[in-house]
């Protein structure tokens, strides 16, 4: 079967760092990305990566803090949170996309997750 699952959620203090992983199984992907959706909000695009040429992109709210990278032995991808806000805390999701490209729409990606919680307290 196909599974994304997802881990290194937790409770962090505002400007502490979190490492999300997403490891993938059941299929081969060529993109992925990183969601994120607060209590009565849409879900956001916060990253995403090629899988093959590692091509990133990044939401203007998480540039240069958030790092997403991908170990394609492990077939598993990170997303790195440094400088955390208050703000960032949310349901992070895990897609993939079997699409070589990167793009920030959910509906765009088929498989997902089942979401870990970063709670970021002030």
């Known amino acids: 079967q196909v599974q994304l699952v997802e881990s290194g959620g937790g409770l962090v203090q505002a400007g502490g760092s979190l490492r999300l992983s997403c490891a993938a199984s059941?299929?081969?992907?060529?993109?992925y990305g990183w969601f994120r959706q607060a209590p009565g909000k849409e879900r956001e695009f916060v990253a995403a990566?090629?899988?093959?040429?590692?091509?990133?992109n990044y939401a203007d709210s998480v540039k240069g803090r958030f790092t997403i990278s991908r170990d394609n032995a492990k077939n598993t991808v990170y997303l790195q949170m440094n400088s955390l806000k208050f703000e960032d805390t949310a349901v992070y999701y895990c897609?993939?996309?079997?699409?070589?490209?990167?793009?920030?729409?959910?509906?765009?990606?088929?498989?997902w997750g089942q979401g870990t919680q970063v709670t970021v307290s002030s």
């Open positions: 990566i090629t899988w093959s040429g590692g091509s990133t």
């Open positions: 059941g299929r081969t992907f060529s993109s």
């Open positions: 897609a993939a996309s079997v699409i070589a490209v990167i793009t920030t729409t959910p509906r765009t990606y088929r498989y």
